[in-house]
């Protein structure tokens, strides 16, 4: 009889008032663990103090309600912590999608930036090729057009008539005696007796700078009589220099445009007689300025 109580003892141990307060106290152990298995102990809790009646009506009330706030309190925490966990979680999502979104880009810009200075590189190395194979080009016409010309000189002189080399023996030692222009060479080898083609071959086939030539003829003039600037330009372009030609070598001379209009006031006085103001206008008439005429004039006492 003892054994068959001691087991109905056993198998009604649920029933006892301390495993409902074990189960409560289990269940709150557990809510700190796993959040749903812990509220269902509360249930059960409540299940077993009222089923079997532990405490007085008015305590179980107690205990149910307060137990009851301590529920819902911790299932508005779950709530809220469940939620900003959730917030949490979509902002790390949300931060993780940007910082490869942004890595992306960096990626992709690097890559384009690359692809731009390889484009870069290439089109600098072909306009580099393209200028030297000009270059080449260039030189190499060149090259080719002095040789052609070397030979065609050399075949011109292996080829020349007696008269041709005497033309140009005969232009070089005018040359170099007194200046001339191109035109007044010419004529001074036809007048020498050269035929009109002979004399420009000769004159074609020497070695001389006619800007030079210029300046050489307006120093020769300059130190032979007085002239003013435009007279003399007006006389190198009667000696046959282009007017270019004659206004350069009258420009690149050391000469004093007043000294010239005195001295030429003198010139005039020695040859006849003037009034000042007849002697100013035919200073002007020859060129000069109207203040170097009036200082020409003052210096020579009229």
């Known amino acids: 009889m003892a054994d068959v109580n001691n087991n109905v003892e056993k198998t009604e141990i649920f029933k006892k008032k301390w495993f409902a307060w074990v189960s409560l106290l289990v269940g709150g152990i557990l809510l700190g663990v796993t959040a749903g298995i812990g509220w269902m102990m509360i249930p059960v809790f409540f299940f077993l103090i009222w089923n079997y009646k532990h405490h007085g009506k008015k305590m179980r009330?107690?205990?149910?309600?307060?137990?009851?706030?301590?529920?819902?309190?911790?299932?508005?925490?779950?709530?809220?912590?469940?939620?900003?966990?959730?917030?949490?979680?979509?902002?790390?999502?949300?931060?993780?999608?940007?910082?490869?979104?942004q890595e992306t880009e960096e990626e992709t810009a690097?890559?384009?930036?690359?692809?731009?200075?390889?484009?870069?590189?290439?089109?600098?190395?072909?306009?580099?090729?393209?200028?030297?194979?000009e270059e080449k080009k260039k030189a190499e016409e060149k090259e080719a057009e002095e040789k052609a010309k070397a030979e065609a000189e050399k075949e011109a002189q292996n080829s020349l008539t007696v008269s041709q080399e005497n033309a140009?023996?005969?232009?070089?030692?005018?040359?170099?005696?007194?200046?001339?222009?191109?035109?007044?060479?010419?004529?001074?080898?036809?007048?020498?007796?050269?035929?009109?083609?002979?004399?420009?071959?000769?004159?074609?086939?020497?070695?001389?700078?006619?800007?030079?030539?210029?300046?050489?003829?307006?120093?020769?003039?300059?130190?032979?009589?007085?002239?003013?600037?435009?007279?003399?330009?007006?006389?190198?372009?009667?000696e046959g220099f282009s007017k270019e030609d004659a206004t350069f070598g009258v420009e690149n001379i050391e000469v004093d445009w007043r000294e010239q209009a005195v001295l030429k006031a003198e010139q005039y006085l020695d040859y006849t007689a003037f009034s000042r103001s007849g002697l100013i206008e035919q200073l002007e008439f020859e060129g000069f300025s109207k203040e170097d005429a009036t200082y020409a004039v003052d210096q020579v006492g009229l």
């Open 61 to 101: 009330i107690v205990i149910t309600v307060f137990f009851s706030f301590v529920l819902l309190g911790s299932l508005a925490t779950y709530g809220e912590d469940k939620e900003v966990v959730g917030e949490e979680e979509a902002i790390e999502e949300v931060e993780e999608v940007e910082e490869v979104e």
């Open 168 to 238: 140009i023996r005969q232009a070089e030692q005018y040359i170099n005696y007194t200046a001339f222009s191109k035109s007044g060479l010419v004529e001074q080898l036809e007048f020498e007796g050269f035929s009109k083609e002979d004399a420009s071959f000769g004159v074609e086939n020497i070695e001389v700078d006619w800007r030079e030539q210029a300046v050489l003829q307006a120093e020769q003039y300059i130190d032979y009589t007085a002239f003013s600037k435009s007279g003399l330009v007006e006389q190198l372009e009667f």
């Open 110 to 133: 690097d890559k384009e930036a690359e692809e731009r200075a390889e484009k870069e590189a290439e089109e600098k190395a072909k306009a580099e090729a393209e200028k030297e194979a």
